[in-house]
């Protein structure tokens, strides 16, 4: 959102935008929370059987009981966990390789640069569900697939942004002085380039990492990656959907948690990533 809109809204809601993204940042925070630890506070077993089916919300249950009779707010509690730790060390693992593929390319450049990013193209024309449903196929369903495959779609796009970052840098005079000095290429890269293009990929990986939970919530909800009785918000969600109009908050509840935290992380990240832009400008 370019500043002229930004202001536009400001006037017409009467919000400001620092204020919204820390509303946003707040719900986030809640919504994190919960995903950790919301296991240690759930008044139930999250897969145990506790009542009858479809139990509407009552002082017992306080947002009812599945198609199998399990305490939804128990379910909901528990069922994000899985998802963020899974969607943290995919986009650890993306990073890391994206910005070793993009610090080579970048300042090695010519026939390097020209090879890794070539490779990089290729990896980038794949479409990213049918790259993970590929996987699926290869290694069967589970949570390694979830990891491998989200890493291997946010690869390319890291590793774009690293070597643009390294150009940035590369011709620098403390660069050049590490190169009189005869230090090596990974020496360099670790010393002086990476300290240097790190925040850079730190906005980035937060803007990326709300995509990749999306990304494993809907591969759960296809039945991929985590699989039932696991408590899992796009699992409920998948479970419980034909019977929305029987018992709603079975999907109301882990569809609002996917969304809350969907979006807040998405616009924290993002308000994060703008203001590093306007750092460097």
Same mark, same amino acid.
């Given at each position: 959102?370019?500043?002229?809109?930004?202001?536009?809204?400001?006037?017409?809601?009467?919000?400001?935008?620092?204020?919204?993204?820390?509303?946003?940042?707040?719900?986030?925070? &809640?919504?994190?929370?919960?995903?950790?630890?919301?296991?240690?506070?759930?008044?139930?077993?999250?897969?145990?059987?506790?009542?009858?089916?479809?139990?509407?919300?009552?002082?017992?249950?306080?947002?009812?009981?599945?198609?199998?009779?399990?305490?939804?707010?128990?379910?909901?509690?528990?069922?994000?966990?899985?998802?963020?730790?899974?969607?943290?060390?995919?986009?650890?693992?993306?990073?890391?390789?994206?910005?070793?593929?993009?610090?080579?390319?970048?300042?090695?450049?010519?026939?390097?640069?020209?090879? *890794?990013?070539?490779?990089?193209?290729?990896?980038?024309?794949?479409?990213?569900?049918? *790259?993970?449903?590929?996987?699926?196929?290869? *290694?069967?369903?589970?949570?390694?697939?979830?990891?491998?495959?989200?890493?291997?779609?946010?690869?390319?796009?890291?590793?774009?942004?690293?070597?643009?970052?390294?150009?940035?840098?590369?011709?620098?005079?403390?660069?050049?002085?590490?190169?009189?000095?005869?230090?090596?290429?990974?020496?360099?890269?670790?010393?002086?380039?990476?300290?240097?293009?790190?925040?850079?990929?730190?906005?980035?990986?937060?803007?990326?990492?709300?995509?990749?939970?999306?990304?494993?919530?809907?591969?759960?909800?296809?039945?991929?990656?985590?699989?039932?009785?696991?408590?899992?918000?796009?699992?409920?969600?998948?479970?419980?959907?034909?019977?929305?109009? *029987?018992?709603?908050?079975?999907?109301?509840?882990?569809?609002?948690?996917?969304?809350?935290?969907? &979006?807040?992380?998405?616009?924290?990240?993002?308000?994060?990533?703008?203001?590093?832009?306007?750092?460097?400008?």
């Amino acid at each position: 959102m370019s500043a002229l809109d930004r202001h536009g809204v400001e006037r017409r809601t009467g919000v400001s935008w620092r204020g919204a993204v820390g509303v946003w940042a707040v719900v986030g925070g &809640i919504m994190l929370a919960v995903a950790l630890a919301g296991s240690l506070v759930a008044p139930y077993d999250p897969a145990g059987l506790v009542g009858k089916s479809f139990l509407l919300p009552g002082p017992d249950h306080w947002f009812g009981t599945d198609s199998l009779g399990r305490d939804v707010l128990s379910r909901v509690l528990a069922g994000g966990r899985t998802a963020v730790l899974l969607a943290v060390a995919a986009i650890v693992v993306a990073e890391a390789v994206g910005c070793v593929i993009g610090l080579l390319a970048g300042y090695r450049g010519g026939l390097v640069d020209a090879v *890794l990013m070539r490779a990089n193209d290729v990896l980038l024309a794949f479409p990213a569900l049918l *790259l993970v449903l590929v996987l699926a196929a290869g *290694l069967g369903p589970g949570t390694v697939v979830l990891v491998v495959g989200v890493a291997v779609v946010n690869i390319p796009g890291i590793a774009r942004l690293a070597r643009a970052a390294t150009l940035g840098v590369a011709t620098t005079g403390y660069v050049e002085s590490a190169v009189v000095r005869g230090e090596g290429t990974a020496a360099i890269l670790r010393r002086e380039i990476l300290p240097n293009i790190a925040p850079t990929i730190v906005a980035d990986a937060g803007v990326r990492f709300a995509g990749a939970f999306l990304i494993i919530a809907g591969l759960n909800f296809l039945g991929i990656g985590i699989q039932p009785p696991a408590p899992d918000w796009a699992t409920m969600i998948a479970e419980n959907r034909s019977y929305i109009t *029987l018992q709603p908050w079975t999907v109301i509840a882990p569809t609002a948690c996917i969304a809350l935290f969907a &979006i807040s992380v998405n616009i924290v990240g993002e308000a994060v990533a703008r203001r590093r832009s306007r750092g460097r400008a």
